[in-house]
């Protein structure tokens, strides 16, 4: 049983451009979460996706957006590149169709920009 | 919004039990989790507890919740140096959202 996984596994952009972020769930789940996670801290959450619809986002604007695909599998885009943007960027999955939302984390996207 | 505070570093000697503390704001969360982070990697899940339950044993963890204080600890036993990695707590889901707290460091000694 495949757990999540994301590529790329590292990626280096220049500020203003655009990067896009892929996440295949766990077997079986239907939820993806998106992360950003800034060296030294904690993962801050970035937006949730169900039923291809975002349900719910954290504090960051509107230069990140997302993606589900009917497959489950999600994308993360951030557009106009900041310094501060480089992070590890860690997709979760969970379902929410069985009531278990404990969500499982890939291995992440190590973004930096230069 | 949520709030979940961890202490920074922990250190202890090999064989020692390990005791990370946490605290949390919202009691609205239906779960509390422990993830264990190693250099370079994701979050990998170590055990989480159901909100309504004070204790869970998991092998040579054990979880302590404490609802009123909002306090929840994770009690790794016999800790090996493989043990050494930054501990996360995490709550959720509330509205969705997952909130994780900043980490502790673990360092074991042999």
């Known amino acids: 049983d495949a757990g999540v996984t994301q590529s790329p596994t590292h990626l280096i952009k220049t500020r203003g451009q655009q990067v896009t972020l892929r996440c295949s769930p766990k077997?079986?789940?239907?939820?993806v979460s998106w992360y950003q996670q800034a060296l030294g801290q904690g993962p801050q959450f970035i937006f949730q996706y169900y039923e291809e619809e975002e349900r719910q986002r954290g504090n960051f604007p509107d230069r990140f957006s997302g993606h589900q695909f009917p497959n489950y599998s999600s994308e993360l885009n951030v557009n106009a590149l900041l310094l501060g943007d480089s992070a590890l960027y860690l997709c979760?999955?969970?379902?929410?169709?069985?009531?278990?939302?404990?969500?499982?984390f890939g291995p992440g996207t190590r973004l930096l920009v230069l | 919004g949520e709030d979940v505070e961890q202490s920074l570093f922990l250190s202890v000697r090999e064989g020692d039990s390990s005791v990370i503390n946490c605290t949390y704001t919202d009691s609205s969360s239906t779960y509390l989790y422990w993830y264990k982070q190693e250099p370079g990697a994701g979050l990998q899940l170590l055990t989480y507890i159901f909100s309504n339950m004070d204790m869970k044993q998991d092998q040579r963890l054990t979880v302590l919740l404490n609802k009123k204080d909002k306090h929840l600890s994770l009690r790794i036993a016999d800790t090996q140096t493989g043990d050494s990695a930054i501990y996360f707590c995490?709550?959720?889901?509330?509205?969705?959202?997952?909130?994780f707290g900043s980490g502790t460091k673990l360092n074991v000694k042999p």
């Open positions: 995490a709550d959720g889901p509330a509205f969705n959202k997952f909130y």
């Open positions: 979760a999955s969970s379902s929410k169709t069985s009531g278990l939302e404990t969500q499982y």
């Open positions: 077997s079986g789940h239907d939820t």
